[in-house]
């Protein structure tokens, strides 16, 4: 991580505010010996800073304006869900990413009763080598149900985080739902198939509970633009891509040697 002030990370929120941008915040929390808790703050990756709460910092570098988002959010006290839902601070929920770091876990079901708005992120391929959105609203339902809450989240409230509060989070007001007005942005899956069979009277729930969606899509039209067509990749020649990526990760991963391997 690309470190810097906290003066710098003010004048680019300055300079963001008058350039209408939305940036996205990497707030990454790391419990440490003894119990104490190191904050990374990533501005576009790059700021640094250690405070004794998250709060604090987000407070002094004017990032408590509800067109900010947050990464991760996993050791969120009960002050900062509360300062997070009165300034508006959405939050990206990277499920798979912290697991794989033991970065803890997003309290989202605090959030969401808390009024704060949730979307889900992916975080990136050197901490989920997935990329699968609907993978990460799997895991983010049955997280909140594995500290003992069977009602920590349902599918419904899952694929709503995932679209209207990835949404909502980037300031989008055309994305998120199907509807007339909106862009023509969706995905589908055929429900005839092994991955449907017994889950017939909730489609809805078993796309994530049955995992369908771990393989390709049958349809995706973005834009209005057909990109998946009967589960093939229409714009470009998808083994050619596949083959050219194998070569030059395993040049980029030729140095790797036994122990450093997972």
């Known amino acids: 991580m690309t470190s810097c002030a906290p003066p710098l990370a ?125 993978m990460e609203l799997r895991m983010a339902m049955l997280l909140q149900r594995a500290g003992g809450n069977p009602k920590g989240m349902s599918a419904r409230e899952a694929l709503l985080v995932g679209t209207q509060g990835g949404a909502k989070n980037l300031g989008r007001d055309d994305v998120g739902r199907i509807a007339p007005g909106m862009a023509a942005d969706f995905v589908a899956w055929r429900t005839d198939g092994v991955s449907f069979a017994g889950a017939q009277h909730d489609l809805v729930a078993a796309l994530l509970f049955c995992t369908p969606g771990l393989a390709p899509v049958d349809l995706s039209v973005i834009n209005g633009e057909v990109i998946v067509k009967d589960g093939q990749l229409t714009p470009c020649n998808l083994q050619e891509i596949i083959q050219e990526h194998n070569r030059r990760s395993l040049a980029l991963c030729s140095h790797i040697t036994q122990q450093g391997r997972d």
């Open 10 to 134: 003010s004048h680019l929120e300055s300079t963001s505010s008058k350039q209408l941008c939305w940036l996205k915040k990497c707030w990454i929390q790391t419990q440490q010996p003894g119990g104490c808790i190191k904050y990374a703050a990533a501005l576009v990756n790059m700021c640094e800073t250690e405070s004794k709460t998250s709060g604090e910092d987000i407070k002094k570098v004017g990032w408590d304006r509800d067109d900010v988002w947050l990464a991760h959010c996993c050791h969120l006290d009960g002050a900062e869900t509360k300062q997070w839902a009165q300034h508006g601070i959405g939050v990206a929920h990277c499920p798979s990413s912290n697991m794989r770091l033991a970065s803890g876990i997003c309290p989202v079901r605090d959030l969401l009763d808390a009024g704060v708005n949730v979307g889900i992120g992916v975080d990136g391929t050197a901490s989920n080598d997935t990329g699968h959105v609907l």
